[in-house]
């Protein structure tokens, strides 16, 4: 049973359109992140918050823009979608202050920009 | 810096066979965590397993094994016997206790396990 939630969990959407991708959790976590997942595998980090109204960019530059207003949600907005931003989109959320967890994923949002 | 390295990119075996997915690693610091996810095709990162380095213990699951070694960095996962549904892509991963506690994850291998 998943406790982190993304929806939608497929996208097609056209060029120039804006899209935002849901993130939810109902663990309490404050840390979460967002990765984006090329077709080669690797994850990049593109956006993280340490909890309500903080947010950074990762490693990763990337269009989008992210909010945490409420602990448990944490959206992800492309203003203007280009094909470039084809990928699939992964959050994931820790517990505070301990290197010892891991992260929660969600099932992730494949975004298709035609 | 920290890195993770996984040389294998893609790994296709047999069923039945034995596999073994390589993870190096490098870390400055003396406590730090290492993790192994499973992402099968359906696109989702899933927990296998977490080890601190303070504890070098090979550790046994099932048809899995993971076989830490500080001495040459190295944090390799075993599966005996393989299953077709072991087919996924095999994430390294490495956390420590710095201010932001991020996970470090390797560029992943496929794993392609043929009836």
């Not at chain 2, 490098?26 to 899933?46: H, I, M, N």
Request: glycine share 6%.
């Amino acid at each position: 049973e998943a406790d982190i939630y993304q929806t939608p969990r497929y996208l097609v959407i056209g060029t120039g359109k804006k899209i935002t991708l849901e993130c939810s959790q109902t663990m309490g976590h404050d840390k979460m992140y967002w990765y984006q997942q090329d077709p080669g595998m690797e994850l990049h980090l593109i956006h993280y918050s340490y909890g309500v109204n903080s947010t950074e960019k990762g490693d990763l530059s990337s269009e989008s823009t992210v909010s945490r207003i409420r602990t448990e949600h944490f959206p992800l907005t492309l203003e203007s979608a280009r094909p470039s931003h084809t990928s699939q989109y992964l959050c994931a959320s820790s517990e505070p202050g301990q290197a010892s967890y891991g992260y929660t994923f969600g099932s992730g949002t494949r975004l298709t920009v035609v | 810096a920290q890195k993770v390295t996984q040389a294998q990119t893609e790994i296709s075996v047999v069923e039945k066979e034995d596999v073994t997915l390589d993870c190096v690693y490098e870390t400055r610091d003396t406590t730090y965590y290492l993790f192994w996810y499973k992402q099968p095709p359906s696109g989702e990162l899933v927990f296998l397993i977490r080890r601190n380095s303070f504890d070098e213990q090979n550790e046994i699951s099932g048809r899995y094994s993971w076989n830490f070694q500080k001495s040459t960095s190295s944090f390799n996962f075993t599966i005996t016997a393989s299953q077709v549904v072991d087919s996924a892509v095999y994430f390294c991963a490495l956390r420590y206790n710095n201010a932001g506690n991020m996970l470090t994850f390797g560029g992943g291998t496929r794993l392609m396990v043929k009836p």
